[in-house]
């Protein structure tokens, strides 16, 4: 079975621009969370989404925004990038929300702000 | 106090060795316990989880929660050179009908030959 996927890669954007980063998650899972990882911390929680519904938001500012799609794919959007927004971003898929659920990663999307 | 700290290493143990790392974390509501091993430049990879006080093995990977000292923490025995990594351990809280996992700043792994 595949994986969490996401897209793209990486990213190189100016100060001001927007950014749209797309994760899919492992086939039968409905909850997909965001995180936000700088060199040298652990990831930090961004969003977390189950059947397109926010059922969690970390401590980031209004300029970042996620959507949940039907068939659970899910988009995080931030505008009028920052320098510090530089990081990698790591989408989570996991069977459902709430609970002792496990977490699975993908592969991330690097992000880079000059 | 940080939610969830661990020691950021590195901590170096000889291949065959048993490594010893640890965690303690701040909110006596969480409720699970995960460790994650990332390489250099990858995403984190789930290696253990573990949910009641104990220990908890597979394989060669041994999680030990303890919630009365909020204390968490992972054996690897036979440590081998592939075993060098970062280990991030993550704890979960429930939020308004979803959970959020809080990490730690990871503890380098580093076996040598």
């Known amino acids: 079975d595949a994986g969490v996927t996401q897209s793209p890669t990486h990213l190189i954007k100016t100060r001001g621009q927007h950014v749209t980063l797309r994760c899919s998650p492992i086939?039968?899972?409905?909850?997909v969370s965001w995180y936000q990882q700088v060199l040298g911390q652990g990831p930090q929680f961004i969003f977390q989404y189950y059947e397109k519904e926010e059922r969690g938001r970390g401590n980031f500012p209004d300029r970042f925004s996620a959507r949940q799609f039907p068939n659970y794919s899910s988009e995080l959007n931030v505008n009028a990038l920052l320098l510090g927004d530089s990081a990698l971003y790591l989408c989570a898929s996991s069977k459902l929300a709430g609970g002792p659920n496990e977490q699975f990663f993908g592969p991330g999307t690097r992000l880079t702000v000059l | 106090q940080k939610e969830v700290e661990q020691n950021s290493g590195p901590l170096s143990v000889p291949e065959g060795a048993i490594a010893s790392l640890n965690c303690t974390y701040s909110?006596?509501?969480?409720?699970?316990f995960f460790w994650y091993r990332q390489y250099s430049g990858k995403s984190p990879e789930l290696i253990m989880s573990i949910y009641s006080n104990g220990d908890k093995e597979d394989g060669r990977f041994t999680a030990q929660l303890n919630k009365a000292s909020q204390y968490v923490s992972l054996l690897i025995r036979d440590s081998q050179p592939s075993d060098s990594a970062t280990y991030l351990c993550a704890v979960n809280r429930l939020t308004g009908g979803g959970n959020k996992l809080t990490f730690g700043t990871g503890t380098q792994l580093k076996v040598e030959l």
């Open positions: 086939s039968g899972h409905k909850s």
């Open positions: 909110d006596r509501g969480s409720q699970s």
